[in-house]
C-alpha cells in the first residue's frame, strides 16, 4: 500500500514541487518502503524518533525537521537533519547556530509562521516575520530558505486557502527585500487533506503522512514527547 501511494502522489506532483513524507508514530520499516519507493526526504517531529528511523534509512533520503524543536534537542538534531522547518523564534534560532558552529555546519533553515495568528500554536505571527526574519539572518551558521505554515486544521480543505496566500505573500515581500543571508527558496505547506490547494497558492513543499502511511494510530502516541 506505502508503495502505491507512494507512486500516485509523485505521479501527480507537479514539476519542482518536493514531497516530504511526513513520518511521525511510523516504524523504521514503514518509512523504509516509503523511501524505496521514491519518497527522498523525511519529515520528522521528534529528534529520537528520528534517530531510530536514521538508523535502519540513514542517507538513503534527506531529513527535515518539521515538529517543535525544543532546545534540549538542538544538539542532537542539528547533527541528524538536512533542515529544520520550523525554526519561530530567535532564541532556538541562536541555541541552532551555536550547537552547529560546534561542528561546522551551516543549517538550512524554514521560518515557521503562524498563519491563523492562533495562541496555542507555535509560528511567528505574520505582522512580526519581517523583524524575526532580519534578526535571525545574521546567525553565521543558519541559512534561511524560506517559509513553511501549518494553518488551523479544517474538515474542509478549501478553509485551509487564506492561510495559504497569506503565507505566500509574505514570502514574496521578504524575498524583494534581497537580505544577506536569505535565500527565499521554499514555501513549505501543505498536508493530506490541503496540500493540492497548498500547491495552487505555490507550495514547493508539501508534508504528507496519512496519505502515504494510511491513518495514524492514535495510542502509538502521536503527541508524547520525544
Ligand atoms: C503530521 C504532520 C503532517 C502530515 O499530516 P497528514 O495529515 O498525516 O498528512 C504535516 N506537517 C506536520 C508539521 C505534521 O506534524
Partial sequence: MIKQNVCQILNELPNGVELVAAAKTRQPEEILAAVEAGVKIVGENYVQEAVRAYEVIGNKAKWHFIGYLQRNKVKKAVRLFDMIETVDSVEIAKEID??????????????????????????????????????????PNIRIMGLMTMGPRFGNPEDSR?????????????????????????????????????????????????????????????????
Fill in 98 to 139: 551555536k550547537r552547529c558552529a560546534q561542528i561546522g555546519k551551516i543549517m538550512p533553515v524554514l521560518i515557521e509562521i503562524n498563519s491563523g495568528r492562533e495562541k496555542q500554536k507555535s509560528g511567528v505571527f505574520p505582522e512580526k516575520t519581517e523583524q524575526v526574519v532580519k534578526e535571525i539572518s545574521t546567525c
Fill in 162 to 226: 487564506p492561510y495559504f496566500v497569506e503565507t505566500k505573500k509574505i514570502f514574496e515581500t521578504i524575498k524583494k527585500l534581497n537580505l544577506p543571508n536569505v535565500e527565499m527558496r521554499y514555501l513549505s505547506m501543505g498536508m493530506t487533506n490541503s496540500y493540492k490547494i497548498a500547491i495552487q497558492e505555490g507550495a514547493n513543499i508539501v508534508r504528507v503522512g496519512s496519505k502515504i502511511f494510511g491513518e495514524r494510530d492514535y495510542a502509538k502516541g502521536q503527541d508524547e514527547p520525544s
